[in-house]
């Protein structure tokens, strides 16, 4: 490398804290970032490095120098006496261990072997609440670390915030700090509303909690789904807390704070690490967002000892894991065609490494998704992988639109059979009017029929039908059980062994049930829980077929769209052609025993099922309560029969208490169904 000139160097460094300073206001005072935050701690580690360099360059004003941001004008100022600072960073094992050397070197030999609490970085906001007396006098946000905003408006609608401290022996003011966030099932069924109502979705949760907490009507923060957890404490006056932090923290969740359940205590620099790797395994199943793990020095007498630097304590440090978000270019959309001729664009990246994969696709969800980002073909877009969910593109760097740029333009003609597409009014969905003649249509038409939760065919993998509809030997999922020998051994990749196998699964996928059946049929909008309400109503596929539409409305979960949908089908020549040809093919189940509503054990009674249940699905669960003759109701009110609760379950449950209706939990709730001679 060319040695770089001083004079470029310095002005390198003033491109960086201006770049910086720019990304902070977006950040912290808009709540509106432009750019992940892999590229900011990349910016601020180049900064950092030329500072380090050049000491004599670094000026107080300088953002490796600060803590977030100023306050927003519109909340009262609160100044924090103990001031809410930062935390430095490790990237790799190497850095932990220098910040275990740094603390070693400042309190001596001696202090070896150090014991430290590991807790998760949960990657939300900074909060400061405030209890006197054991009541929350206020909260407030971090701000720039000395003067945060007054929220205590909103702060009072969190549901794992107290108002009052539970027990005893808290000091009489007492100012807790911790992380505001929302879980990620939360962010996700509030980005699916925005969506749907074509509101701008967040970028991510970190961002949905910082722009709840800092808005001006409690209402609004009052239904976003947030969450406290408590990490630490300020101000204490009128009170002794213990002298180590594990035991502070321990004290917090007898007052009734939420504290993480994740945290440890371990001893020495290498057990952080083997932390870090046992907690990196189970980051996607967390059911919120983190960035790392804080490692703290457990004595608050060495904490005191090693003080603090400009803008983080010297006694912590934060190891950060691989960016759930990274910047990459759009190099092109492509349109996929689903089962019900569906037509979502696809973006084709520039390969990046992001959430622990190579990430090459992400969904840009529909037209209307396409037009709140402004994205177009070269644009530089941030992407989000984080947990289970699909890669997505979150937004775009728009300040870094090259010249060339190109619009998105979208087919006017199914890009797989060249049919003509339709917008529906009032739906964000392009389709395919092909129908059965589409083959994007037909492939996935016959992959769902296949799947697990359908006709359940083992070894028809998604190559394999792709190769079948290729090759003509399959238009829709009747031709499956037409297949022979012959034509099988002639695909790619198929043995002799395989093809048995294949028709031998075929033929057992025969025997089936009518839900499954209906479920498998693909019919829009009908999922497993619609097909198995439609089948315990009608007990047979005849009447199913011949009800009118209002019989088909009287069906739990049926409203009018669905009954469209499934009437289309069923006056379809098409559609009945292949249903018929299925059971030609010998596509049997075992008959249905219809039961007046009035005979169904629960009949009369109103249920909820919140929480996160582990052997059915919600969805599931409504079902099985339904098909025993029971509504399931969204919410608790006095009319309410049982509420089934699984873990994670929040307000539904403490309203059930309230009023003094039944909870079972899930097991209960099993056996419950297992004497009914029901079961999932
Ligand atoms: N994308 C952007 O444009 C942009 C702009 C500014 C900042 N950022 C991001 O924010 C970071 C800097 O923000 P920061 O100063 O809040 O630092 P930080 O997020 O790296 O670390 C400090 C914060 O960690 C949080 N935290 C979570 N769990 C904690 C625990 N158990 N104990 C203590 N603290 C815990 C607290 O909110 C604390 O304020 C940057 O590294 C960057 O990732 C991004
Ligand atoms: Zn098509």
Redesign the pocket.
Known sequence: MAAVSTQDLRAELDRLRSELRD??H???VLDD?????A???RS?RRLQSIEAEHPDWVTPDSPSQR??DKPLDQFSQVAHEVP?L??D?AFDAAELADFERRCLDRLGADAAPLTYNC????D???VSLLYRDGLLERGAT?GDGTTGEDITHNVRTIGSIPLRLRGEGYPAVLEVRG?IYMPRAGFEALNARARERGDKPFVNPRNAAAGSLRQLDARLAAERPLEMCS??VGLVEGGELPEHHSAILACLGQWGLRT?TETDVVQGIEACEAYYEQLAAKRDQLPYDIDGI?YKVDSIELQAQLGFVSRAPRW?I?RKFPAQEEVTRLLDVEFQVGRTGAITPVARLEPVFVGGVTVSNATLHNQDEIERLGAMIGDTVVVRRAGDVIPQVVSVVTERRPDDAAAIRFPDACPVCGSAVEREADEAVLRCLGGLVCAAQQKAAIRHFASRRAMDVDGLGDKLVDQMVDEGLVENVAGLYQLTFDQLVGLERMGQKSADKLLKALEQSKQTTLPRFIFALGIREVGEATALNLANHFGSWADLVAAPEEALLEVDDVGPVVADHLRQFFDSEGSMAVAKALLDAGVEWPAIEVKSAAELPFAGQTWVVTGKLEAVGRNEAKSLLQSLGAKVAGSVSAKTHCVVAGPGAGSKLAKASELGIDVIDEEAFLALLANHGVSP
């Open positions: 990304w902070n977006r950040y912290y970032p432009s750019v992940p935050d590229e900011y701690d601020m803590v977030g809410m930062s935390l960073n807790e998760p970085k949960l939300g906001i900074a971090r992380e990490y630490g993480n804080v912590a934060a």
